[in-house]
Nanobody, 115 residues
């Protein structure tokens, strides 16, 4: 059974930093692409960042230069380092992967940035 479990969310002031973690189980982690998405109240879920099995990364324009996605294959974990946070970064952040033609999501972790 595939599970994705996020952690690391919380309340932070604008300009602050948070690091999100997502631990995966039930998959061969080192071969999959991992992604972080977010959904703000009243808005559609959007892609924040992805990292391939080869370590190639891609970011939404809104977070480029502030967020960094990374992975530790030994720990089956993907991270999202978020710096210079803005109130508009407030959202529930979700971890995502695809395994054997099925897409899996974590339960989400809330990030709230106060102004």
């Amino acid at each position: 059974q595939v599970h994705l479990v996020e952690s690391g969310g919380g309340l932070v002031q604008a300009g602050g930093s948070l690091r999100l973690s997502c631990v995966a189980s039930g998959i061969t982690f080192r071969v999959v692409t991992m992604g972080w998405h977010r959904q703000a109240p009243g808005k559609q879920r959007e892609l924040v960042a992805v990292i391939t099995s080869d370590g190639v990364t891609n970011y939404a324009d809104s977070v480029k230069g502030r967020f960094t996605i990374s992975r530790d294959n030994a720990k089956n974990t993907v991270y999202l380092q978020m710096n210079s946070l803005k109130p508009e970064d407030t959202a529930v952040y979700y971890c995502r992967t695809s395994w054997r033609s099925t897409t899996y999501w974590g339960q989400g972790t809330q990030v709230t940035v106060s102004s």
